[in-house]
């Protein structure tokens, strides 16, 4: 069964500093997914990660994947608070091709404090 | 304007009640899923549906049902048998096959049990 672990599970950071959620899978993907959740709200998609060493960058958030090491990361610089809210990765295994499953971490809940 | 619409966005059942919940898309997309998310919690996979008149569990799929007739339209009936059915329902859609696309959510069905 796929698990994936995110931490930290809640973070409060100060505007303007920098930090990183990690979000670690058990099988072999080279496709993974970041979300943004509003409190109440859906979930709105921030990067699409499809292959080992991607990079993607959009405005203070950049994210990336390392498949050998079975680990992404989302990176925040400079944090606003604008940037509250929960952060989910989601992982597709190798096996599920053409048959995509998203499993779903459990979730970063993120608070900017000014 | 394509998107993803759920209706209703807020909705009370008494319990032994069945409910449907609406799911369209009009992107055209091949697949869609079912999800419930639990608060604080992260997403779970009740159904999908890859192509029109067919679907396969997800992961939570007791005391739900799905039908797929229009490739637009995959509606969720909560049944009697759901023992704990209240949580937020999200829908999603996806295009293609071949596993590289990213999931796209609607705003979600609040669902209360009184």
């Known amino acids: 069964e796929l698990k994936v672990e995110q931490n930290p599970l809640f973070l409060s950071m100060q505007e303007g500093k920098n930090y990183t959620i990690y979000c670690n899978y058990s099988?072999?993907?080279?496709?993974l997914y970041w979300y943004r959740q509003d409190p109440g709200k859906s979930l709105e998609s921030l990067f699409v990660?499809?292959?080992?060493?991607a990079v993607k960058q959009e405005g203070r958030l950049m994210a990336s994947l390392d498949t050998k090491a079975r680990l992404s990361t989302l990176h925040i610089t400079a944090a606003v608070h604008d940037l509250s809210a929960t952060y989910f990765c989601?992982?597709?295994?190798?096996?599920?091709?053409?048959?995509?499953?998203?499993?779903f971490g459990t979730g970063t809940r993120l608070t900017i404090i000014p | 304007d394509g998107g993803i619409t759920q209706s209703p966005k807020y909705l009370f059942r008494k319990e032994g009640q069945n409910v449907t919940l609406s799911c369209e898309q009009n992107?055209?997309?091949?697949?869609m899923y079912w999800y419930r998310q639990d608060p604080g919690q992260g997403l779970r996979l009740i159904y999908y549906s890859q192509i029109v008149n067919d679907f396969q569990k997800g992961d939570i799929a007791e005391g739900y049902s799905v039908s797929r007739e229009k490739k637009e339209s995959f509606p969720l009936t909560v049944t009697s048998a759901q023992k704990n059915p209240t949580a937020f329902y999200l829908c999603?859609?996806?295009?293609?096959?071949?596993?590289?696309?990213?999931?796209?959510f609607g705003p979600g069905t609040r669902l209360t049990v009184l």
């Open positions: 099988t072999t993907s080279d496709r």
């Open positions: 989601a992982v597709d295994p190798i096996s599920n091709f053409g048959n995509e499953k998203l499993t």
């Open positions: 992107l055209n997309h091949d697949a």
């Open positions: 990660l499809l292959s080992n060493g």
């Open positions: 999603a859609s996806r295009a293609g096959t071949s596993g590289y696309n990213e999931q796209f």
